[in-house]
Each structure stands twice: as C-alpha cells, then as structure tokens.
C-alpha cells in the first residue's frame, strides 16, 4: 500500500531535549516536505527536499533540521525543543511532476513542555 | 511570498443543501496550481479537487466543484447535496510552478465546515 509513515503519532517531550520525528515513503517519491498545523494559522512549510542531499528552508525552518540522505526518508530534528513547537506535524511526498498529488502522513503531535 | 487568504473561520450548512467556501490568493505568477484539501476530525489530509492556472474549466469531482476566477485570484469550493461525512476543516492551497516557488505549497488557514442533519 502506497503510504507516508510518520513515527510517533504523539509525542510528549521537556524543553532543550533532542527528537527526531520519522518520515518514510515507499512511492520512491523525489519531492518531501514537513508542515507544522496551528489551530487559526492553517498548515506552514518548515521544510522541503526535491531530492536526495537537496533540502531548503519553507516559511517556518526556525529551530529545525532536515536531512535527505536517502530517497525514501526524510526526518525532522528538533535539536533543543521549546514550548513554542508545540504543534501537529505533516510529513507529505509526491512526485515531480507538475501537478503530482501529495501524499500526507498520518501526523504527529507534539507537546514540549 | 505567495498568500491564500480564507475569509469564513466557519461555515455551516444543512444536509443536502449547497454551501461554497472562499478563497482567494495572491501571486505574481502566471502559472500555479490550487488546491482544495480537507482534514476530517482523524486530522487526515484529503486532497478534494485541483486546478490548473492555465486550463479556463472549472474542475469538478462528483459533488464538489469549483469556480475559478484567475483576473480575481479566487478560487471557490461549492459542495452540491451536502453530506453528515462532509464536514470537516477545509483548506485551500497554492503551489507555484517554477523558480523559488516550485516546491512550496502555501496554505490558507482553513474554514470549519459543520454540517447540520
């Protein structure tokens, strides 16, 4: 089944302590993105990849860190949690092509305390 | 950078009737794509239906369609014969299709449509 995997679906976590949030496709997908969901501010892009080793900044990269060292994975690191990323988190991927559906992870919730 | 602006935080509307769900973006761009995603309460994205800046027909997809204004940089969702299963947070979404904007996607901030039986 054609899915994005995102690990953990909830995650509960104290200021300044790393975490990686999990992303795999298995659509050998070129495009990943992450997107973080505040409720009255709609979904903004953190960031995205459009292929391996190839990552940029989306509108939210503050406090973040992607890395894209193989095609069907794509983490998102936290390196010193703070209480404002507390949020829901959106992995996604598609193809290239100009117009390719994007696939959506289930969400991972997350709440630094 | 690109915007997409949704006026109605909430909407409602009985069961099969027809309710439309605004939005309208703002670019420079001549090319771009829109996007109409709904998330029920599982938080699930589900893409609704797309368009192509550059194709003048309105996309439809079973009850849902929209009306594609691009002098006006609107693009409006109407859902005929409205559904209990409908509801949910509706989000328009922008994606350009060259240069800086090729892998962004902008979103709105979503409308809350409830759907009353």
């Known amino acids: 089944e054609a899915q994005v995997t995102q690990n953990p679906r909830y995650l509960i976590t104290v200021t300044g302590k790393k975490l990686t949030v999990t992303c795999s496709q298995n659509?050998?997908?070129?495009?990943m993105s992450w997107y973080r969901q505040d409720p009255g501010l709609g979904l903004r892009q953190i960031y995205y990849?459009?292929?391996?080793?190839?990552?940029d900044k989306g509108d939210v990269p503050e406090g973040y860190k992607v890395s894209r060292k193989e095609k069907r994975n794509f983490p998102l690191i936290l390196e010193s949690p703070s209480p404002n990323q507390t949020s829901l988190y959106f992995c996604?991927?598609?193809?290239?092509?100009?117009?390719?559906?994007?696939?959506f992870g289930s969400g991972t919730q997350l709440s630094v305390l | 950078a690109q915007t997409v602006t949704q006026s109605q935080p909430e909407m409602s509307v009985q069961e099969a009737e027809t309710v439309t769900l605004s939005c309208t973006y703002d670019t420079s761009e001549s090319d771009y794509y829109l996007f109409w995603y709904k998330q029920p309460p599982s938080r699930q994205m589900i893409l609704v239906i797309r368009q192509e800046a550059y194709k003048q027909q309105n996309a439809t997809e079973n009850r849902f369609s929209v009306n594609f204004q691009k002098a006006a940089k609107s693009f409006s969702l109407k859902i005929s014969d409205s559904q209990l299963g409908d509801a949910a947070m509706y989000f328009c979404a922008y994606k350009g299709d060259r240069g800086s904007t090729l892998g962004r996607l902008y979103f709105g901030r979503g409308t809350q449509l409830t759907v009353w039986p």
């Open positions: 659509m050998n997908h070129e495009y």
């Open positions: 996604a991927s598609r193809t290239t092509g100009q117009i390719g559906k994007l696939f």
């Open positions: 990849s459009m292929n391996v080793e190839v990552t």
